[in-house]
């Protein structure tokens, strides 16, 4: 039993250095929901120059044919790459931008916000800084959805994620917050 409980903290001692040592261009998943298809991530993030932050991944949209305008030969293949929002540079901080997007669900449609974020490169590496828009929309049930909008390549590309997936997101983190404390800021 005695070697059980020491392999075991030698085990966790091990995961925990590992993680305050995060490697540079690398994401550290904190927490993930998929929804209609779509995947969302609050995951970390270091930089080349050792500046380290919390991101929401929001998802990645694959559309091999997409039709811009009615006529047929305005067509165009192409891969929407993912955004990520940033969240902050600390879990406190980050808690508190996942508050004010949870916020935005009780605000009329329409109401818009613009929050600083990131673009994705293929390789999972985060490129240069964007704008992303945040729209509040109406569902066609009842009740609503966000929707950000952000440029990829030519074209605007956009995510809606809902009040359920976000909370869920939000728990996840809080959770893992509370398993990973040394981890956290």
Known sequence: MKHFIFTLLATLATVVATAQNIPVGMRMEVAEVEQNDNEFTIFTYKDEDGTFSYYLGLGR????????????????????????????????????????????????????????????????????????????????????????????????AEAYLSKSALKQLRWEFKLDKKLHKSQHN
């Open 61 to 156: 949209n694959f559309n091999i044919l997409k039709v811009f305008r009615d006529d047929i030969t305005d067509t165009s293949f192409e891969q929407v790459k993912e955004c990520c929002l940033w969240l902050g540079a600390t879990s406190d901080e980050a808690f508190g931008t996942l508050d004010n997007i949870l916020d935005l669900f009780d605000k009329n449609e329409e109401t818009t916000m613009e929050f600083q974020g990131r673009a994705a490169t293929g390789s999972d590496r985060l490129g240069k800084p964007t704008t992303i828009t945040c729209v509040v929309k109406k569902k066609a049930i009842g009740g609503k959805r966000l929707q950000f909008i952000f440029t990829s390549g030519k074209h605007q």
